[in-house]
């Protein structure tokens, strides 16, 4: 009987005012690759982030190889055997592969310092090359390398470390089509080696071709641990989806009308991917992929962050977008996905976050028209019920529901007709979601059209009117309202473009 | 709402504390120098001033928007003696001024291209400009001042209205004038947002490039204003005109509470730290100090200054 | 070809051919022996900053104060040798002066995490206000016979401050490209938070390298003044911030940090004395000099900057 090489037992993770994890258990054994799956906000980082150092569970015992471990800092965590490889690389760009694996090391400093050139060249190329990086020359400058290269050579680091576990974040996110197979390749040496792989992936298709064991996550609980052969993609989505409760989403029974307020042809996402689509007055439109999908680029484009090839007709009127000013001009608004780096400005105050958009439209010549600005952001916050004892208050000490209320807010102030909305909800608590979901129906209702991009399946399901799926740049399928469950959902946007006859 | 109130308490107690060191100061030379506590070196005083005070005041909205520009003091020269070149090829005066405006323009307008356009450092762009312009100023009168100007236009630098010194009454009008720019204009909105989260004021809709530049372009007429006065005031346009000021344009900003990473500051802050160090200034002459203790003074001044800031901001997070 | 090519100082070496035919087609005085002799002899205090100034650069940092610590390190010891100090000792203390201001700018930027730029700026006018304090105001000159071998020496046939010189870049050369503690810079200069995270102390390095910047410094100002024979406080190194500042940047060393290397800088302060000294030998008028450093520096930076929008367009293409 095989002893498992990690444990972790009874892990509960608390942040102030959320319990991210609850009591989890979970066990890898040598030589196997471990799905880690569940939807955002299941848990899923905050148990990877508790495995490699980078912050203590606040209960609970890690075991590797049996021996009770703390990790006081991801290279702590790295020197005991628990790597992590993270979507976006820790390397220096600036220097050579083998550098990279061995930075600052020891063991490749001979006296005074001295590196020993030779022994890290002939180390790194046989590291990389048991991987089956044999092609990568680890004396070059990684900005000079590919991004799978570029994953070999984390890996590489990792095993440098005689790791006994490996943590891969979504590692084909980064990667074109082609190069997960590659991928894939290294996985199964890096296992033919013994070393214990968690890998974290939303995409399915992935998941069966390499997985030995599944652990599914939900609300920051573990639901269950299955070999991959016990179960089947359905039961997978149930288990990371389960029961749903649907009242939080307002009913839509109202028909779009066939106006079609924005069209957009071949918009160009990279050199080799275009999509197409169309936006209707007073519709809901849903957006969804997995990370790497690229509706994020299909809302930068529409907004001017990113320019690129394609038309962009709004009302019919085939209109430019170079800059966020251009999208304004024409009524596009932008609700974006980080809201603390991109949408509200955080010391100043609520009425200033609200009014900046619209700032020209409240001035009389270059100053500012305090008593219409007043007006405005008492309006909104009515509207919004944007909870703050006056509109005064930085939004600083607000939370994160109505920092985002106020985001939102800013936006419907300068009246626009097409809304994009990214991740609306990320970060919020149920209450405001719950609100936030209602606001977003009722501003359809009145007329507004808007682009709903998420990642978190209900959302998209209880508020669209109809749904397309991306799947690596390239729209695979539309489901209309009603259409569309998790399940069905979530293999759309975990899978190629589905061959004739195969529609669900 | 308790957080609010600290936060008040913070601002307030900032002030205090700039006051105090004035009081200080003035307390301390009214002891030391018999000559310091008079109506004349104090309109003396206001009278040196204006040259750091206009271009305090540009510096203060760039620093806000968290860049900094140190071409200031080469700028000031260049359109010094771009103004005294012109007026000896027989240009009229206050046409020289203007030439001498719009070099200063043409000069932030340089800046505000590479950096806000182009994104590219704004330290080492105007340090590249500091070097440049300072080398083109000894090139264009080949280290020679040019004086003679018309009595005229010595009223700028020279002349005393009700016994206060005409420059320092404008230097009043205009920091009056920026002060109520930067509280009633969306132009001041744009730069203090800029300076706390320039990417959420992009993602709203606002050119940032646009701002930027303006903020350069500011900075650059504002330097050949100060050149103008010091011109006028001194009578002569020096190939040496202007040189270290930014060290005191850059103290006094940061001593007014200014913060260093951008963000957060105010005009009447700069007003303050403006005194502070005029006031320093004069009563170190008075006592006979030379200029280069002088600067490890006030070099030391602007190293506690953001210091304490570190300091401050490490209490309030 | 294509090896050549591939090397990092290839552009600037190119550039500096350049500017050789150009100055040699415009003065027949220029392309001499004695000339490219005079040219290394008077860049050799440059030479040895810059060394400095490339590992402040390659951590993405700025020093604008080694002109004033030259002119603090130099008067210091005109007061030494003045007193009467032995011009070894007085050597000595120089460097050791050098290496103090070096520790005070590197706790002020790594301990206090003050801003760079305003640490160095702060500290160019108290180390040059300390420097005519101590001076007096005064020149400082009758330096003894025996100092005069730190400037005009010869040892093995060669001029002693060029072999100092030889030796110092060898050595850091040698540090920068293989030793644990040089590969430290450029990790921090190419990505702080993963060298942090390899466990790389970053206030350390940081202030190991101001460190080292200012005993640099100190070497160079024990040569400036033995080789000027006098110091004037308040005007040595005034410009040579900014003139290291332009070669490290035009010898391929990024704004940005971690990239550069001591030999790229070598060749740009070669270049930068080349066009001084071209300048001069061609008639064209001495002010030109200082325009051209920062009409230098400014092309510095648009070319840093134009390298890094390169860099990053192949990166696009990564769908999020």
Not at chain 1, 99 to 120: A, H, Q
Not at chain 3, 83 to 94: D, Q
Request: aromatic content about 8%; some cysteine.
């Amino acid at each position: 009987m095989e002893h498992p090489v990690l444990t972790m037992d009874g892990i509960s993770k608390e942040f102030p005012g959320v319990k991210a994890l609850s009591n989890v258990h979970f066990e890898l054994y040598p030589g196997e690759v471990h799905a880690l799956m569940g939807e955002n906000g299941a848990g899923k980082s905050t148990l990877m982030k508790i495995l490699s150092g980078v912050y203590p569970a606040t209960e609970g015992v890690i075991r590797l190889k049996g021996k009770e471990v703390a990790f006081g800092s991801p290279l702590d965590a790295q020197k005991q055997g628990v790597s992590i490889i993270h979507q976006e690389f820790n390397l220096f760009s600036n220097l050579s592969a083998a550098e990279n694996i061995f930075i600052d090391r020891p063991e490749m400093t001979g006296k005074l310092g001295r590196i020993r050139w030779s022994k890290l060249y002939d180390e790194a190329q046989r590291l990389v090359d048991s991987v089956g990086g044999g092609e990568i020359d680890v004396r070059r400058e990684v900005r000079h390398l590919g991004v799978h290269s570029q994953q070999v050579i984390e890996i590489a680091k990792a095993l440098s470390f005689q790791a006994d576990v490996l943590i891969m974040d979504e590692p084909s996110a980064a990667l074109p089509e082609n190069e997960v197979q590659k991928m894939f390749d290294v996985v199964k040496r890096l296992k033919a080696q013994g070393v214990a792989i968690v890998y974290v992936s939303h995409r399915m298709k992935e998941i069966f071709e390499i997985a030995d064991k599944v652990t599914v996550l939900r609300d920051g609980a573990k639901i269950d641990t299955r070999r991959i052969g016990e179960v089947t993609e359905q039961s997978l989505i149930q288990m990371m989806v389960g029961k749903e409760v649907n009242q939080l989403y307002p009913d839509r029974d109202q028909k779009p009308s066939e106006e079609r307020v924005l069209e957009v042809r071949q918009l160009s996402l990279d050199a080799s991917r275009a999509v197409s689509f169309e936006l209707r007055k007073g519709e809901i439109l849903g957006l969804f992929g997995v990370p790497g999908s690229g509706s994020h680029t299909i809302a930068e484009r529409l907004f001017g962050l990113k320019r690129g090839t394609g038309d962009i007709l709004v009302n019919g009127a085939a209109v430019r977008i170079r800059r966020p000013g251009d999208a304004k001009a024409k009524r596009i608004a932008y609700v974006p996905p980080d809201r603390h780096r991109q949408g509200i400005i955080k010391p100043m105050s609520i009425r200033q976050n609200l009014s900046l958009p619209l700032l020209p439209e409240l001035s009389k010549g270059p100053l500012l028209d305090q008593k219409r600005i007043k007006q405005m952001s008492r309006d909104y916050m009515d509207k919004l019920r944007i909870k703050a004892p006056n509109d005064q208050q930085s939004v600083d000490f607000l939370s994160g529901g109505n920092q985002q209320k106020v985001v939102i807010g800013k936006w419907l102030a300068a009246h626009p007709e097409i809304l994009i909305l990214e991740e609306p909800t990320r970060g919020v608590d149920v209450g405001a979601k719950a609100e936030i979901y209602g606001i977003i129906h009722r501003l359809a209702q009145e007329g507004l059209s808007i682009l709903l991009i998420s990642s978190e399946m209900p959302e998209v399901i209880g508020l669209s009117d109809r749904i397309l799926v991306l799947y690596k740049g390239e729209l695979v399928h539309e489901f209309a309202r009603g259409e569309a469950d998790q399940e069905q959902l979530l293999s759309r946007a975990s899978h190629p473009r589905a061959t004739e006859g195969d529609s669900l | 709402m308790s957080m609010r109130t600290i936060g008040l308490s913070f601002k307030q107690n900032k002030l205090l504390v700039q006051l105090l060191l004035l009081l200080f100061i003035l307390v301390l030379f009214s002891i030391l120098s018999p000559y310091f506590l008079s109506v004349t070196n104090f309109m003396n005083v206001f009278n040196q001033m204006v040259e750091v005070g206009l271009i305090a005041i540009p510096m203060t909205m760039i620093v806000i928007s968290g860049a900094m520009d140190l071409s200031v003091g080469s700028i000031l020269g260049f359109s010094a003696v771009c103004m005294g070149i012109a007026f000896e090829h027989g240009l009229n005066i206050w046409a020289s001024v203007l030439v001498a405006l719009l070099a200063g323009l043409l000069c932030g307008a340089v800046n505000g291209y590479l950096i806000a356009r182009h994104r590219m450092q704004a330290i080492v762009v105007t340090i590249g400009m500091l070097v440049m312009l300072r080398g083109l100023v000894y090139v264009l009168n080949q280290g020679r001042p040019i004086s003679g100007y018309p009595d005229s236009f010595y009223f700028l630098g020279q002349q005393y209205i009700a016994g206060v010194p005409f420059n320092a009454i404008f230097l009043a009008a205009v920091f009056l004038l920026a002060h109520f720019v930067m509280k009633r204009t969306r132009f001041s909105t744009y730069v203090y947002g800029i300076g706390n989260n320039e990417e959420a004021v992009h993602y709203s809709g606002i050119s940032v490039v646009r701002t930027r530049f303006i903020l350069f372009l500011l900075s650059g007429l504002f330097s050949a204003m100060a050149g103008v006065f010091l011109v006028s005031r001194l009578a002569s346009a020096e190939a040496t005109s202007g040189t270290n000021i930014e060290l005191d344009v850059l103290t006094a900003t940061l001593i007014g509470g200014t913060h260093i990473f951008g963000g957060r500051g105010s005009l009447s802050g700069t007003f303050i730290g403006l005194l502070i160090i005029v006031f320093l200034r004069n009563g170190l002459n008075l006592l006979g100090v030379s200029v280069l203790y002088q600067a490890v003074i006030l070099g030391a001044l602007l190293l506690i200054a953001v210091g304490n800031k570190q300091f401050n901001r490490g209490l309030s997070r | 070809m294509k090896r050549i090519a591939n090397i990092h100082e290839a552009p600037i070496v190119l550039f500096t051919l350049i500017v050789i035919a150009l100055f040699s087609s415009l003065s027949p005085d220029f392309f001499q022996f004695d000339n490219a002799r005079l040219i290394l002899d008077q860049n050799i205090s440059s030479f040895i900053v810059a060394i400095g100034m490339t590992m402040v650069i390659l951590l993405g940092g700025m020093d604008l104060s080694v002109g004033s610590v030259l002119a603090l390190t130099a008067t210091s010891v005109g007061v030494f040798l003045n007193h009467g100090v032995h011009p070894w000792i007085a050597a000595l203390l120089g460097v050791c002066i050098g290496v103090l201001c070096g520790a005070v700018n590197g706790y002020f930027i790594a301990m206090r995490k003050i801003p760079d730029i305003i640490v160095t700026l702060a500290t160019m006018y108290i180390f040059r206000g300390i420097a005519v304090g101590i001076s007096g105001g005064t020149w400082m000159t009758n330096f003894p016979e025996g100092f005069r071998y730190f400037g005009q020496g010869k040892l093995l046939g060669m001029s002693f401050p060029l072999l100092v010189a030889i030796v110092l870049i060898a050595v850091f050369i040698y540090l920068m490209r293989f030793t644990r503690g040089g590969r430290r810079i450029y990790a921090i200069g190419g990505n702080g938070s993963a060298a942090k995270l390899a466990g790389i102390s970053v206030v350390r390095t940081k202030f190991t390298v101001y460190v080292w910047t200012g005993m640099l410094v100190g070497i160079a100002a024990v040569i400036f003044a033995s080789k000027v024979g006098s110091v004037q406080a308040s005007t040595a190194g005034s410009s040579l911030s900014f003139e290291v500042m332009a070669a490290v940047l035009i010898g391929g060393g990024s704004i940005f940090g971690g990239v550069g290397t001591v030999a790229g800088t070598m060749i740009g302060v070669l270049f930068m004395g080349i066009v001084k000294n071209g300048l001069i030998i061609s008639k064209i008028s001495p002010f030109w000099v200082d325009a051209t450093t920062g009409f230098l520096i400014i092309l510095a930076i648009v070319i840093n900057t134009l390298q890094r929008v390169r860099q990053n367009k192949s990166k696009e293409g990564d769908l999020v």
